[in-house]
């Protein structure tokens, strides 16, 4: 285990429950309460308990799999050196820090022909799982167009994309591709052929020092005028609204379970406790990317702060409409009877029972991972490494077209990275 954060923890404890499959024997993380806390759950010697993850894979390979689950632009380095020892790989994503890290992880895997499975969550989720079933067996037809929405949720913007780790693209990625690449390889798989044209407008609206407001300090309990009113005053985040939410709370304090005391600290002296609109983020708040795939479908891809939270969908074909809300049922509209009748998501997926984080995807891709590597083949949400890494470089084009205003050709920007194996 290669990163022991909030990602790392996840598998991890997916993996202690599946003990007759998985054993983990080793892990690497600089922080040692994170280390140790792995080191606990799983009684791993202290001698296989590292640093570093150059410490873990400077070592002849001593396991069959390696989970790198470090941040946005350590993933890289890591990969490519467990590759290179033959290691197979469950890799957060991005996949890489750049187009070209992506490619040259896709390259590398093929060359070497270890696994490289990137933890794209949602393909392993009931609600996707239920509504690629459908598409497959011909429910709407062929495809035509595809509208999706990836609603971040203000609060969850707040907490990850202004104050936390993922605020800033030269220390992590573009938000399109950090948070939404996964959305991306969903509409791909949806659509089930290659996009070839990318075009995307956005920016980052609110969130920025202009509209700080007037006597605000640089820390909300510095005595700030509206911190009564202010929707993201820390203490009324970290204290009320998630003072369950263990996800929050660990990351604001860097610790698995930080006290009210430690939280108090956290949010007087770091990020997670400044004002919103004096920190050094520079990521979107909301984007737009508009995709045409091989065949002419098209799909419509809508990102935004300013919401509740959530994602939605509608698949529009030549024989009817499917709509839903991730985590709810799936309602179809019938060209054929002019009549529209709800899909509950256990009816699309029978005898799926995936539980846990990201709508069941984190622990459904553990659980698609031991299957995997148990020989089984026939799981339809696992892809290639190639398919991953195209997925990849749709995000990455949607950025430069937002930033340069250019319609971006797939094929031509896959070229000149090098082209994949």
Same mark, same amino acid.
């Given at each position: 285990?290669?990163?022991?954060?909030?990602?790392?923890?996840?598998?991890?404890?997916?993996?202690?429950?599946?003990?007759?499959?998985?054993?983990?024997?080793?892990? /690497?993380?600089?922080?040692?309460?994170?280390?140790?806390?792995?080191?606990? @759950?799983?009684?791993? &010697? =202290? !001698?296989? $308990?590292?640093?570093?993850?150059?410490?873990?894979?400077?070592?002849?390979?001593?396991?069959?799999?390696?989970?790198?689950?470090?941040?946005?632009?350590?993933?890289?380095?890591?990969?490519?050196? /467990?590759?290179?020892?033959?290691?197979?790989?469950?890799?957060?994503?991005? @996949?890489?820090?750049? &187009? =070209? !890290?992506? $490619?040259?992880?896709?390259?590398?895997?093929?060359?070497?022909?270890?696994?490289?499975?990137?933890?794209?969550?949602?393909?392993?989720?009931?609600?996707?799982?239920?509504?690629?079933?459908?598409?497959?067996?011909?429910?709407?037809?062929?495809?035509?167009?595809?509208?999706?929405?990836?609603?971040?949720?203000?609060?969850?913007?707040?907490?990850?994309?202004?104050?936390?780790?993922?605020?800033?693209?030269?220390?992590?990625?573009?938000?399109?591709?950090?948070?939404?690449?996964?959305?991306?390889?969903?509409?791909?798989?949806?659509?089930?052929?290659?996009?070839?044209?990318?075009?995307?407008?956005?920016?980052?609206?609110?969130?920025?020092?202009?509209?700080?407001?007037?006597?605000?300090?640089?820390?909300?309990?510095?005595?700030?005028?509206?911190?009564?009113?202010?929707?993201?005053?820390?203490?009324?985040?970290?204290?009320?609204?998630?003072?369950?939410?263990?996800?929050?709370?660990?990351?604001?304090?860097?610790?698995?379970?930080?006290?009210?005391?430690?939280?108090?600290?956290?949010?007087?002296?770091?990020?997670?406790?400044?004002?919103?609109?004096?920190?050094?983020?520079?990521?979107?708040?909301?984007?737009?990317?508009?995709?045409?795939?091989?065949?002419?479908?098209?799909?419509?891809?809508?990102?935004?702060?300013?919401?509740?939270?959530?994602?939605?969908?509608?698949?529009?074909?030549?024989?009817?409409?499917?709509?839903?809300?991730?985590?709810?049922?799936?309602?179809?509209?019938?060209?054929?009877?002019?009549?529209?009748?709800?899909?509950?998501?256990?009816?699309?997926?029978?005898?799926?029972?995936?539980?846990?984080?990201?709508?069941?995807?984190?622990?459904?891709?553990?659980?698609?991972?031991?299957?995997?590597?148990?020989?089984?083949?026939?799981?339809?949400?696992?892809?290639?490494?190639?398919?991953?890494?195209?997925?990849?470089?749709?995000?990455?084009?949607?950025?430069?077209?937002?930033?340069?205003?250019?319609?971006?050709?797939?094929?031509?920007?896959?070229?000149?990275?090098?082209?994949?194996?």
């Amino acid at each position: 285990m290669i990163g022991a954060g909030s990602r790392g923890t996840v598998y991890s404890k997916f993996m202690k429950e599946m003990e007759k499959d998985f054993t983990v024997v080793a892990v /690497a993380e600089p922080d040692d309460r994170k280390r140790n806390y792995i080191r606990d @759950m799983f009684d791993i &010697p =202290e !001698e296989m $308990c590292m640093a570093s993850w150059e410490d873990f894979l400077s070592r002849p390979k001593f396991a069959d799999l390696a989970v790198i689950a470090t941040m946005d632009r350590d993933h890289y380095a890591p990969a490519m050196a /467990a590759i290179e020892k033959g290691y197979d790989l469950l890799l957060e994503k991005p @996949m890489g820090a750049t &187009p =070209e !890290e992506c $490619c040259e992880i896709e390259r590398a895997a093929a060359e070497k022909g270890v696994l490289v499975l990137v933890c794209h969550v949602l393909r392993f989720t009931k609600f996707f799982r239920g509504l690629k079933k459908l598409i497959d067996e011909g429910l709407v037809g062929d495809v035509v167009h595809i509208q999706h929405s990836e609603n971040v949720g203000n609060l969850h913007q707040s907490h990850s994309f202004v104050r936390g780790n993922w605020r800033n693209s030269e220390e992590s990625t573009p938000m399109i591709v950090q948070k939404t690449c996964h959305d991306m390889d969903i509409m791909q798989w949806l659509v089930g052929k290659n996009c070839t044209r990318v075009h995307s407008f956005g920016g980052l609206y609110y969130f920025k020092k202009e509209n700080a407001p007037e006597g605000s300090p640089e820390y909300c309990e510095d005595g700030c005028p509206v911190a009564d009113t202010c929707y993201y005053n820390a203490r009324r985040i970290y204290f009320d609204i998630y003072r369950e939410s263990t996800f929050a709370r660990s990351a604001a304090r860097t610790s698995v379970r930080p006290t009210d005391e430690e939280l108090t600290k956290a949010i007087k002296h770091s990020n997670y406790g400044k004002c919103v609109f004096k920190m050094d983020n520079n990521v979107v708040d909301h984007q737009t990317v508009n995709l045409e795939f091989e065949g002419g479908a098209t799909a419509s891809f809508s990102m935004c702060a300013f919401n509740k939270g959530g994602r939605y969908i509608r698949v529009m074909g030549t024989k009817g409409e499917l709509c839903g809300n991730m985590g709810d049922t799936l309602r179809f509209y019938d060209f054929a009877t002019n009549s529209e009748r709800v899909i509950s998501i256990a009816d699309a997926v029978i005898g799926d029972s995936i539980d846990g984080g990201h709508g069941g995807g984190d622990g459904g891709i553990v659980k698609a991972l031991r299957d995997r590597l148990n020989g089984s083949i026939g799981d339809v949400a696992i892809c290639s490494i190639k398919e991953t890494c195209r997925n990849h470089l749709i995000a990455y084009a949607a950025e430069e077209s937002r930033i340069s205003g250019k319609v971006i050709d797939m094929a031509d920007y896959e070229k000149s990275l090098g082209g994949l194996k």
